[in-house]
């Protein structure tokens, strides 16, 4: 129970963002995450096989969002591609006073600016703490087309603030831990 409890405080907000992402709202998002967690504690003893816990908790809000979008019938066919990335927009660092308001504006700005798959793999990698390999699962896709849209990600944030930063400052966030 003690478990359960510190991985629900742990991934509680970020998979609430996630879900909100898809089903563009955080009321919803929150019925949602609140199933995904309450099947994870009747599954527990079926679960010993899953490797990766974080992904499979991705994905199963993922599914549960995309199902849950479906039944509603509000979108005839919504998928991952189409997801709110204004719910996502949390500004990085910003509320651990590690950068200036205005810095992570600057960066929220340039992130913003990015295509969206690429803005999701860039805040499911910075801001969520996914692996590489983490975020090809949940999104289908490989490591390397994520090592890719990280590349592009980075490269486009970079040149978007750099003008108004300095290098360390851009340096010491755009840091790219493969």
Known sequence: MQAYNELYIALCTRLI??????VSSFHLAEEIVSDVFITLWQKRNNLSHVENPLVYLYVSAKNLSLNTLQQQKKHQHRSIEHINLDILSIAPDA?????SAEVSQKIEGAIRSL?????LIFRLIKHDGLSYREVATLLGISPKTVDAQLTIAVKKISQAIRFDLSDEIVQTFLRIDS
Do not use: D, K, L, T
């Open 17 to 22: 963002h996630f879900s909100a992402s898809i």
């Open 115 to 119: 295509p969206a798959r690429c803005q």
């Open 95 to 99: 509320e651990n006073g590690m950068v």
